[in-house]
């Protein structure tokens, strides 16, 4: 079967002669079992609700499809998802290498909470490739990897990190939320690790947080199995059920999100006030070619460098706006658009970029709907520009 017919089937119930389509959302924490043997038996498949239940059974099974993985297990979010693929490899003493580009929150764990507990973290150039063997030391014990990178959509070259990772034993996490494991898998390029924020493309509907942390061996899988269970994480079932259901028309959804961002990039790359378009099917965006190289396609997410302008016509754009809502998170069916501040979340590398940037998501409303509500807001901040009322 292909990946998107396995979605479909993926933790389907079949066990009886009649069955509902979807699998019953079970709530519990305590689980009774009839016999001792049962009882044993239960310890090491669903002992206690906090380990979840078959409705989160049914959607591990289907993530692990998704990222041809050997084991999945759910975070209750998928910044705690990374946390937890993180503290399952690294302790006190340690190195642990961050790209630059990485989800700020990410970031601030590491730098507020792992160093106060003696982890070291480095952060490194997104695009540095191989070169990161040159950040080793003898204390490198995992690589952070976020490809393409949080709001500047730089992406790296896995296999040479990788590569170099093999060399002196240190496990590879990818966060790998911007393809939803549609458009790449980095389990298949021998990164240790695959962590989404399930809320974003896998829900698909705004509406429940859930992260998934997928190991590509029995060994990884352990190790991520024991940092959950002592962080005390558990996911609702109901919220577990939501993401299941998402995903039923992941495969559905994605092509659009992706035609819809490519058309507004290719629009937005023409306009007078955009200084550069920040996606990584684009030539001018640092990566391209292993992006390319390595994966299949493009979400809805995307970047763009705006010329300087000032601070009233950028409040007059995003005022005018109708369709593209001003809001975190991204991944569900509506557009948002919201001013970020790259700088503000590098250490590594420096961000030159004179104009404001914003980050678009591409949601699944009419692509000349979107067009037109832009071209609306930037006609308010020329407006804007020449003191005139909007």
């Not at 898998?185 to 947080?209: E, F, I, M, N, R």
Request: with cysteine; proline share 6%.
């Amino acid at each position: 079967m292909k990946t998107r017919t396995k979605l479909i089937s993926a933790g389907r119930p079949h066990a009886r002669p009649s069955h509902p389509v979807n699998p019953p959302v079970e709530r519990a924490s305590t689980v009774l079992f009839p016999t001792y043997d049962d009882f044993l038996e239960g310890k090491r498949r669903i002992a206690y609700g906090r380990l979840g239940t078959s409705t989160h059974r049914a959607l591990e099974e289907a993530i692990s499809v998704l990222e041809h993985a050997f084991e999945t297990r759910l975070a209750p979010s998928g910044l705690q998802a990374v946390i937890a693929a993180m503290l399952a490899f690294v302790e006190a003493g340690d190195d642990i290498l961050i790209t630059d580009g990485v989800y700020d929150p990410t970031r601030k764990f590491a730098d507020r909470f792992l160093r106060r507990f003696g982890v070291n973290p480095i952060f490194y150039d997104p695009v540095i490739g191989e070169g990161i063997a040159d950040l080793f030391t003898p204390r490198t014990k995992a690589i952070v990897v976020e490809s393409p990178s949080s709001l500047t959509f730089e992406t790296q070259d896995l296999p040479a990190i990788v590569a170099a990772a093999r060399g002196i034993g240190a496990r590879v996490i990818v966060d790998n939320t911007w393809s939803a494991g549609v458009y790449f898998q980095p389990l298949t390029l021998g990164a240790d690790v695959s962590v989404q924020a399930c809320t974003k493309y896998l829900c698909g509907h705004s509406d429940c947080l859930v992260g998934s942390i997928s190991s590509a061996d029995e060994k990884s899988a352990q190790a991520i199995f024991h940092s959950l269970l002592q962080l005390g994480a558990n996911v609702s079932a109901d919220d577990a059920s939501l993401v299941l259901r998402g995903m039923r028309t992941l495969h559905v959804r994605m092509p659009t999100h992706e035609q819809t961002a490519l058309k507004l990039a290719k629009w937005l790359g023409k306009r007078p006030e955009v200084a550069r378009v920040l996606h990584p099917s684009l030539k001018s965006t640092p990566g391209h070619a292993v992006w390319k190289r390595d994966f299949s396609g493009s979400s809805g997410l995307f970047g763009v460098v705006l010329k300087p302008t000032p601070v009233a016509a950028l409040k007059a754009f995003f005022n005018a706006l109708r369709h593209f809502g001003m809001g975190f998170s991204w991944g569900g069916y509506e557009s948002l658009c919201i001013h970020v501040d790259p700088d503000a979340n590098r250490s590594a590398t420096d961000w030159k970029e004179d104009g404001p940037t914003l980050r678009f998501h591409a949601g699944l409303e009419d692509v000349e709907d979107l067009v037109m509500d832009l071209e609306r807001a930037f006609e308010a901040m020329a407006l804007a520009r020449a003191g005139r009322d909007v």
